[in-house]
């Protein structure tokens, strides 16, 4: 099995930054991609930014050029460096894992941002 663990959500004004962490521990075999993903009550869970193993990454439209994805793999912790944040950045951001093609999730954390 394999645990996610999500911190560094929180509330802030508009304009302001967070930085959200994500430790994964257990039984990781091979990590294909890491991730972040959000979803507001009563919508779909949307990809907000991912970390593919070998280097590249993928944004959401709508975070281009605020957020940037990072990783520390000898840490097996994905980070998300979130900037120039609005008011509809807020929801629960949760952690992603795809582990040789099996997939993991934290359990999310909160982001809230004050207009």
């Known amino acids: 099995q394999v645990q996610l663990v999500e911190s560094g959500g929180g509330e802030v004004q508009a304009g302001g930054s967070l930085r959200l962490s994500c430790v994964a521990s257990g039984s990781i075999f091979s990590i294909n991609a890491m991730g972040w993903y959000r979803q507001a009550p009563g919508k779909q869970r949307e990809l907000v930014a991912v970390s593919i193993s070998g280097g590249s990454t993928n944004y959401a439209d709508s975070v281009k050029g605020r957020f940037t994805i990072s990783r520390d793999n000898a840490k097996n912790t994905v980070y998300l460096q979130m900037n120039s944040l609005k008011p509809e950045d807020t929801t629960v951001y949760y952690c992603?894992?795809?582990?040789?093609?099996?997939?993991?999730w934290g359990k999310g954390t909160l982001v809230t941002v004050s207009s």
């Open positions: 992603y894992l795809d582990d040789f093609g099996m997939d993991y």
